[in-house]
T-cell receptor, first 114, second 115 residues
Framework: AQTVTQSQPEMSVQEAETVTLSCTYD???????LFWYKQPPSRQMILVIR??????QNATENRFSVNFQKAAKSFSLKISDSQLGDTAMYFC???????????FGEGTQLTVNP | NAGVTQTPKFQVLKTGQSMTLQCAQD?????MSWYRQDPGMGLRLIHY???????DQGEVPNGYNVSRSTTEDFPLRLLSAAPSQTSVYFC??????????????FGQGTRLTVV
């Protein structure tokens, strides 16, 4: 079974600064997908970024980028130029390419301070 | 452009009561699932369905039933509510049962309290 671990329950950052959220996972699969979801106070789950394991290039979406280290089974999220609207719970998630389910980490509560 | 609609948004139950959480999607997605979110535990899969008439258990299925009679609807039934089922429940759907290939769309959640 796959497991996903987020070791930082809470983090804070000043507006306009950069912050990195950590995620590690465990799997015996060689090909899979990794995701970061954002959950603001509204509770709505929003996909932030997605990475395919067979792609060595790190995914980027505007101010959001990942550092994917397949050998280390690490998948961190970097948020550049943090904005107040980035305040949210962030979840790392794993999916097998042939599977039907997402496995989520515990979540990291990020607070962006003015 | 409704997406995934969950009702109700909030509910308080007494121990032993039963209820159904409703979930409907209008995107013709074949895959639907239910998660519960608890502090420090992330989202855990309760049940899922890869198409109408097909359901299967996830990580934490005990105390819950599901059915999928249509592509659009995927209700979650609590048979006899217990305080341990106090949680926030999310319904999600995606185009393909291969979750990895497509984005999962989530409802806005139901906060359930069992007293």
């Amino acid at each position: 079974a796959q497991t996903v671990t987020q070791s930082q329950p809470e983090m804070s950052v000043q507006e306009a600064e950069t912050v990195t959220l950590s995620c590690t996972y465990d799997t015996s699969e060689n090909n899979y997908y990794l995701f970061w979801y954002k959950q603001p106070p509204s509770r709505q789950m929003i996909l932030v970024i997605r990475q395919e394991a067979y792609k060595q290039q790190n995914a980027t979406e505007n101010r959001f980028s990942v550092n994917f280290q397949k050998a280390a089974k690490s998948f961190s999220l970097k948020i550049s130029d943090s904005q107040l609207g980035d305040t949210a719970m962030y979840f790392c998630a794993f999916a097998e390419t042939s599977g039907s389910r997402l496995t989520f980490g515990e979540g990291t509560q990020l607070t962006v301070n003015p | 452009n409704a997406g995934v609609t969950q009702t109700p948004k909030f509910q308080v139950l007494k121990t032993g009561q039963s209820m159904t959480l409703q979930c409907a999607q209008d995107m013709n997605h074949e895959y639907m699932s239910w998660y519960r979110q608890d502090p420090g535990m992330g989202l855990r899969l309760i049940h899922y369905s890869v198409g109408a008439g097909i359901t299967d258990q996830g990580e934490v299925p005990n105390g819950y039933n599901v059915s999928r009679s249509t592509t659009e609807d995927f209700p979650l039934r609590l048979l006899s509510a217990a305080p341990s089922q106090t949680s926030v429940y999310f319904c999600a759907s995606s185009y393909s049962y291969r979750a990895a290939n497509t984005e999962a769309f989530f409802g806005q959640g139901t906060r359930l309290t069992v007293v």
